[in-house]
């Protein structure tokens, strides 16, 4: 079976998801100084930086969902946020980020939940900023993207950087980059076989059906980018792969489409043509 799809009750497998994520998010507590140090200093990422930057400006309220060990929060409070509020389902992330957010006194606020649905106001954020490794643990992305434009004041944005796609069939073989004859970029799920996520179950959302869920909840896109750049290297790892000639990370960047008539959440197919 070329897609990889994983036999068990999705509800088992997204309890197993989120116990592997509760493990993996020790590190955040075993590395707790080392965490704090490197936050101590933590900047974006030069093309978030660069899109972001007009956006950070305006002191935004930012809402970030999947917001894992929460450095990227205190990053862009650097950069000029007014607040964050990160959302994770797991309380060993959510106690690390919160206690290293306090302790640098920066206003960060953290709540423990299951994304979608978001638990906060309707029209609560200026700028949605998540990626990273988050849209993979997401089965539904017409949801998600509601709850975006839900809690998006008028003139928000929502700031995506992410995993390419097609990185799930890219081999880590470091004298040739192949395609892993084991993996389909239209397979809807795979078993994720590297740290720190090893034995989830990753959902797989092509760039197309990223870019349309986006859209048909109302956004207005505004940049879409490409690059060959993986948003992180696992320590000590090398693959040809993330040397130029592949994509590996995305970055989106769209707003609450207030010029189009009619704009909002809209379910799949309730759409008709004019
Ligand atoms: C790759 S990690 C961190 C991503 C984060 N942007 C970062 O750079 O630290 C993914 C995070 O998403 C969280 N997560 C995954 N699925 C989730 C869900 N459905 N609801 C809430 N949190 C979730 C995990 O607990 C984990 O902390």
Redesign the pocket.
């Known amino acids: 079976m070329i897609d990889g799809d994983a036999p068990d009750h999705p509800d088992t497998r997204?309890d197993r998801?989120?116990q592997a994520?509760?493990e993996?998010?020790g590190k955040h507590v075993r590395e707790y100084d080392a965490l704090l140090a490197e936050a101590r200093g933590a900047r974006l990422l030069p093309v978030e930086e660069e899109l972001l930057g007009p956006l950070l400006a305006r002191r935004p309220d930012v809402l970030?969902?999947?917001?894992?060990?929460?450095?990227?929060d205190i990053a862009l409070i650097a950069a000029g946020a007014r607040s964050v509020v990160g959302?994770?389902?797991?309380a060993t992330?959510v106690g690390a980020a919160q206690q290293r957010a306090d302790e640098l006194g920066r206003p960060c606020r953290y709540l423990l939940?299951?994304?979608?649905p978001f638990p906060v106001d309707t029209a609560s954020a200026d700028l949605v900023y998540?990626?990273?490794?988050?849209l993979i643990?997401?089965p539904d992305l017409d949801t998600w993207a509601a709850e975006v434009v839900r809690v998006l004041r008028p003139g928000g944005h929502l700031f995506v950087h992410e995993a390419h796609p097609a990185v799930p069939l890219w081999s880590w073989d470091e004298d040739e980059a192949r395609i892993r004859p084991d993996r389909s970029y239209f397979a809807r799920t795979h078993v994720n076989d590297t740290f720190?996520?090893l034995g989830a179950v990753e959902h797989q959302h092509t760039l197309a059906e990223i870019v349309m869920a986006v859209t048909r909840a109302g956004l207005q896109l505004l940049e879409l980018l490409e690059h060959p750049e993986p948003?992180?290297r696992p320590v000590g790892a090398r693959a040809q792969a993330w040397e130029g000639r592949l994509p590996n990370s995305f970055t989106l960047l769209a707003s609450v489409d207030v010029t189009r008539p009619g704009a909002g959440p809209v379910s799949p197919g309730a759409r008709t043509s004019a």
């Open positions: 997204e998801t989120r994520w509760e993996a998010s970030h969902p999947q917001s894992g060990h929460g450095i990227d959302l994770d389902y797991s992330a939940t299951q994304v979608p998540t990626g990273k490794g988050a643990w997401l720190p996520a948003f992180w």
